[in-house]
């Protein structure tokens, strides 16, 4: 079993920066690929970005070059910088973790979720 806590969420205006960070527990942290989702009022819950066990990362194209993924083994934390925020990227923000080292954008190769953060981005 894993537990995943996010946190880091909160208002920010438009061109502005956020870190949101997931703590993970109970399962081998390091064994596992990790990815962060967003799901926006009446939207469904979409791939943001994901890592692999060994930190290969992967991203959504419409955060490409703003958002970056990161994970400390040491700290059994993962995070999300977003920098450059935009008002379309208004959502709830899941961390979640696989059973398996290997990297997934889809929301059914993840085992498990946080409860989530919310990001919101005013114009």
């Known amino acids: 079993q894993v537990q995943l806590v996010e946190s880091g969420g909160g208002l920010v205006q438009a061109g502005g920066s956020l870190r949101l960070s997931c703590a993970a527990s109970g399962r081998a942290f390091s064994n596992s690929a990790m990815g962060w989702f967003r799901q926006a009022?009446?939207?469904?819950?979409?791939?943001?970005a994901t890592i692999s066990w060994s930190g290969t990362s992967y991203y959504e194209d419409s955060v490409k070059g703003r958002f970056t993924i990161s994970r400390d083994y040491n700290k059994n934390t993962v995070d999300l910088q977003m920098n450059n925020l935009k008002p379309e990227d208004t959502a709830r923000y899941y961390c979640a973790a696989r059973a398996?080292?290997?990297?997934?954008?889809?929301?059914?190769?993840?085992?498990y979720w946080g409860q989530?953060?919310?990001v919101t981005v005013s114009s």
Do not use: D, H, M
Not at 41 to 48: H, I, L, T, Y
């Open 100 to 111: 398996s080292a290997w990297a997934s954008f889809e929301l059914k190769a993840y085992n």
């Open 116 to 118: 989530g953060t919310q």
């Open 41 to 48: 009022p009446g939207k469904e819950r979409e791939f943001v």
